[in-house]
């Protein structure tokens, strides 16, 4: 607890999971009173905001058409849609400050804008306050392209025997 001009603000829920979400959520319900779509909506907006962040950042890495196969498919994924709906973990924030911290690393690296650099860091540190557990998606995102490459060029090799 954080206490400013005799205010207490909350930074942890629990030892693992900062208070970002009863952050976003105070403003919410102060003007629509509590109710299962008061609740609901912010985090289907959320993964719609998602969905579409996701598919601008695979249409400027690989292509329109991936984009909008690899959008589809997440729009259709029974876990992505179910932990969206129901915010279990909660997860719509984390999937959203993700992909948008993706999508500003992608804009720094084709400008070299280190504001964009500096914004994505941000999101990436809400993510992980917001919920330690991100730390398991923080480590792993750079090991999967790492593993791409490495199997593309393990079939090259294989090829060429």
């Not at 900062?18 to 912010?42: F, M, N, T």
């Not at 909008?68 to 969206?84: E, N, V, Y």
């Not at 400050?97 to 504001?115: E, I, P």
């Amino acid at each position: 607890m954080l206490s400013v001009f005799k205010h207490k603000i909350p930074m942890l829920l629990i030892s693992y999971l900062g208070a970002l979400k009863a952050w976003v959520y105070a403003p919410i319900l102060a003007i629509w009173e509590p109710s299962v779509w008061s609740v609901r909506v912010p985090v289907l907006l959320a993964g719609a905001v998602t969905l579409f962040l996701f598919w601008m950042l695979l249409e400027r890495t690989v292509s329109r058409r991936a984009a909008l196969a690899g959008t589809a498919l997440l729009a259709f994924d029974t876990t992505f849609l179910l932990t969206t709906c129901f915010d279990w973990g909660p997860v719509a924030l984390q999937h959203l400050l993700a992909v948008s911290a993706a999508l500003l690393l992608v804009r720094f690296h084709t400008t070299g804008s280190r504001r964009m650099l500096g914004a994505a860091f941000f999101l990436l540190g809400l993510a992980l306050w917001d919920k330690a557990l991100f730390g398991w998606t923080l480590t792993d995102s750079p090991s999967g392209p790492r593993q791409c490459s490495r199997a593309r060029s393990v079939g090259r090799s294989r090829r060429a025997i």
